[in-house]
């Protein structure tokens, strides 16, 4: 077991009890546990890549772990119209889109590309807007639109690499 992955077995203990706080309405509480889950997560990354110690075991949870707690505090902020029911449910639509399209690929056994720079910058701005929101910081929904407008090009840009994978592999 390699220290990314302890730190990202962590992460994923915390969801829970994220979950309760966040279903108890101790926001407070709750943003401080998904602020730890945000850097627990930019840590491990950087571990895994600095100590050399990525594995596949990590390529699995981590992605898991990031997922679970962005789609749950989505959901939850979605329904109480913190953020934008509708662009929840577009953000979570692609997300889903997207898993269908890799989990395909996977099993063609075609190359899933990492994410990009403007992937990372979309999902840096949804997990900050989440933030925003727990905390009741005006203007959650900017810089989560804003998020959602990036995950969109970025998911578009997903799309047309895939589609030229297709072509390539006569798949």
Known sequence: MTI???????????????TYFLLTQKLFIAAILYG??????ILDGY?????NQT???????????????????LVYLGYKNILPLWGVLILLTKEFLMLLVGLFFLIKKVEIISSKIYGKLAMV???????MALLSIPFQNVV????????LIAGIDYLFF???NLKANKI
């Open 4 to 18: 990314p992955n302890i730190i990202t077995l962590i992460r994923l203990v915390i969801i829970p009890f994220y």
């Open 125 to 131: 701005l949804i997990s900050i807007s989440i933030l």
């Open 55 to 73: 594995s596949e075991l990590g390529k699995i949870i981590d992605p898991i772990a990031d997922k679970l707690i962005v789609i749950i505090s």
């Open 144 to 151: 989560f639109l804003i998020g959602l407008v990036i995950s």
């Open 36 to 41: 730890i889950a945000a850097i627990s997560d």
């Open 47 to 51: 571990l895994a890549r600095k100590l």
């Open 162 to 164: 895939y589609l030229n």
